[in-house]
């Protein structure tokens, strides 16, 4: 007769994820497959275990002690992007974004041989860096620096960047102007609905995004004061957590949510809006990030009932501004889809229904646009092959929609995308933008 399982029959990873896996969400998999087409890593690779089916099988597997998870285990649960693709499909509603992350919470609590080097950038980027945005703001003054200084060309001409790995001279090279000063700094943190008032709304302003892409934090207010909202800008907010979230780093996670929730209950808001569906995505999972805390767990619903992304804020409570464009051509313009915020915060109506109001532009859908570009938050740093293939099959789909814009709805896929267009020479055909700096530009034009 076999022995029954116990906690100390398991190898230490395994005991781990016995600990932090839900057994519910695993036990709910149906083995259906009706995620596998859907699965950009599994339509890659045609392998089951690069499926989520295969991975959750993994996990059970796992914690049932049938499998001892090994380094091959650990690889397959950061080969995922977390596009989270697999759940709007599923049947059986699995939660595989949460299992994920645990999977990988697990992971990095119990490896303790990590590079010396990756020890000190996991803990430079995870504590020392994204939680304080000062420091945000100080890169983002360095960058300019770099940027503008003439230090570019001569890093450039001395051949320096040849030193960095493809992936990140590539990006260099297409990364935006940065902001020594954030979207507070320049514009202030309160600001009047034009016309009657319908509510007040907290802009999450991100870190990165307010660092590289202040300009699209600064037109959000303007589109959102436009339609008719009071928009207040919480100047202690801080990072989101998504990363630290999907890295394995669900303690730091926690600490960031907790502070972005007080400080956005403080200003009492009626709804938070994210311009970044990256971000959105895990504010509005603050309530499962905090289920198990029970002092921030009924602030927590609070907070992610509140989230909503600013497409979505403007097309179902606002006054929709005019938009036009002026140029004698017509303007042909397509969209990328946001993994996020199309599977997590379920919206992908409402950008279409604003880029398709545009006077004078003619909106033109890409061919499987729900489809992960490849940017992942920082897979593409960590899994470039696999990233560089689906940026390929994007790019594929999006020259063939001729047209002038490519739209997206996320920092991160706006870089990937740009990084796709400077690689195929498309540059002088096709630009990548931010919907709200597109139709912040329309406006201005309307009026
Ligand atoms: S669709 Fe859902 S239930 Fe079916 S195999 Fe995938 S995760 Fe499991
Ligand atoms: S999150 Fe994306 S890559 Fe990961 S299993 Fe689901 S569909 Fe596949």
Request: with cysteine; proline share 4%; hydrophobic share 35%.
């Amino acid at each position: 007769m076999a022995e029954p399982l116990t906690q100390t029959t398991l190898n230490p990873l395994a005991q781990k994820l016995r600990l932090r896996l839900d057994e519910d969400q695993l036990t709910n998999c149906m083995r259906c497959g009706f995620c596998l087409p859907a699965c950009p890593t599994f339509r890659e690779t045609g392998f089951e275990a690069e499926s989520p089916r295969g991975r959750i099988a993994l996990m059970k597997a796992a914690v049932d002690g049938i499998l001892a998870p090994d380094q091959a285990f650990e690889e397959q649960m950061h080969n995922c992007l977390g596009c989270r693709a697999c759940e709007p499909v599923c049947p059986a509603d699995v939660k595989y974004g949460q299992l994920i992350e645990q999977a990988r919470d697990a992971i990095e609590d119990h490896t303790v041989n990590h590079r010396w080097w990756v020890k000190l950038s996991r803990r430079a980027a995870f504590n020392f860096t994204f939680p304080h945005q000062n420091r945000m703001q100080w890169i983002g003054r360095s960058l300019r620096f770099y940027q503008k200084s003439g230090l570019r060309k001569v890093v450039r001409g001395a051949g320096i960047m040849k030193l960095f790995p493809k992936y990140m001279r590539e990006m260099e090279k297409i990364l935006p102007d940065a902001s020594s000063r954030g979207v507070v700094e320049q514009i202030g943190s309160r600001h009047a609905a034009k016309g009657e008032k319908i509510a007040t709304v907290g802009l999450f302003r991100g870190c990165i995004m307010d660092v590289l892409f202040t300009d699209t934090n600064i037109h959000t207010v303007e589109l959102l004061t436009e339609a008719g909202f009071e928009v207040v800008i919480p100047e202690t907010q801080n990072c989101c957590g998504a990363l630290h979230a999907h890295s394995g780093e669900a303690e730091g996670a926690r600490s960031l949510a907790r502070r972005n929730i007080r400080v956005f209950k403080e200003a009492g808001v009626d709804y938070i809006v994210s311009n970044a569906g990256g971000c959105g995505a895990i504010l509005t999972e603050y309530d499962h990030l905090l289920h198990e805390d029970a002092e921030w767990e009924q602030d927590a619903k609070w907070f992610a009932k509140r989230v909503i992304d600013v497409s979505d804020l403007l097309v179902s409570h606002g006054r929709v501004p005019s938009f036009a464009e002026s140029s004698a051509l017509p303007l042909r313009i397509t969209y990328q889809d946001s993994c996020h915020l199309r599977n997590v915060m379920r919206s992908s109506n409402a950008p279409r229904q604003l880029m398709s109001q545009v006077n004078g532009v003619e909106f033109v859908e890409m061919k499987e646009a729900d489809r992960c570009c490849g940017s992942a938050g920082i897979y593409n740093l960590t899994r470039p092959e696999m990233a560089g293939q689906l940026l390929e099959h994007k790019m594929e789909n999006a020259n063939a929609t001729d047209t002038h814009y490519l739209l997206t709805s996320n920092p991160g896929c706006l870089l990937q995308m740009k990084h796709g267009i400077e690689q195929h020479g498309q540059s002088g055909q096709m630009q990548a933008v931010h919907v709200v700096d597109f139709l912040y530009e329309r406006m201005k034009k309307q009026k």
